[in-house]
């Protein structure tokens, strides 16, 4: 069945601490692909998107995110954490023959200071 | 600047009851329209979407259904709601007229228990 996986449902880091949040579909052909996040309180809100072209793609405040075709993947990074950046992650996947995001579970960040 | 409002924010109801959740979008015209939810431990998954006044496309058979009356407006209804209705109900909306990757802008959601 197609499906959105995120690895990791609950992260807790330091501050200044690296982030990788991994995200792995198993959809077939093109694919379009984005992370959310959901502040405490907030929206769900775009962090950044792949469409085509550079596979390292880069977001707001730092994110950024690589697209691997060959595994299906689409990770989740950032050099240094802030307490800021405590939230909920999403990653979803939209193939070319839908209107729907496909969104993963989630996963829950709690930087610490 | 586009704004999304969904209300109620909170509901309880019971088993039974009937259901209407309203989504309003501002500031755009002919937007797509999307109603997704989070059952508990589970991703968001799409129930239904639209990209015209009276136009509804269901992605799930389930107890629920949709209607747009207006071209900002997008309503999640039931006659009888199931305890399996729970969940956390977001509404969504993208630029209209161009179905491809476009990023889709989500509002508070409304977070449904039904007893």
């Known amino acids: 069945a197609q499906s959105v996986s995120q690895h990791n449902h609950h992260v807790i880091l330091s501050e200044a601490a690296s982030l990788e949040l991994g995200c792995n579909y198993s959809?077939?052909?093109?694919?379009?692909l984005f992370w959310y996040v959901q502040y405490p309180g907030q929206h769900l809100q775009l962090l950044l998107k792949y469409f085509s072209g550079d596979p390292l793609v880069k977001g707001i405040k730092g994110f950024e995110a690589e697209f691997i075709k060959s595994k299906f993947s689409f990770n989740l990074r950032k050099p240094s954490v802030q307490w800021s950046d405590t939230a909920e992650y999403f990653c979803a996947v939209m193939t070319n023959s839908g209107y729907a995001l496909n969104f993963g579970k989630g996963t829950s960040l709690l930087v610490t200071p | 600047s586009q704004t999304i409002h969904q209300w109620p924010a909170t509901l309880v109801q019971p088993v039974g009851s009937p259901l209407s959740l309203e989504c309003t979008v501002e500031?755009?015209?002919?937007?797509?329209l999307y109603w997704y939810r989070q059952a508990a431990g589970r991703g968001l998954q799409l129930l239904f979407y639209s990209v015209g006044i009276g136009q509804i496309s269901s992605e799930v058979p389930q107890n629920l259904s949709a209607s747009r009356p207006q071209d900002r407006q997008f309503i999640l209804s039931s006659k009888k709601l199931l305890l399996s209705d729970s969940g956390f109900y977001l509404c969504a909306w993208s630029e209209g007229l161009s179905r491809q990757a476009d990023e889709q802008y989500f509002g508070p959601g409304t977070r449904l228990t039904v007893t």
């Open positions: 500031g755009t015209s002919n937007p797509n």
């Open positions: 959809y077939g052909g093109t694919v379009n």
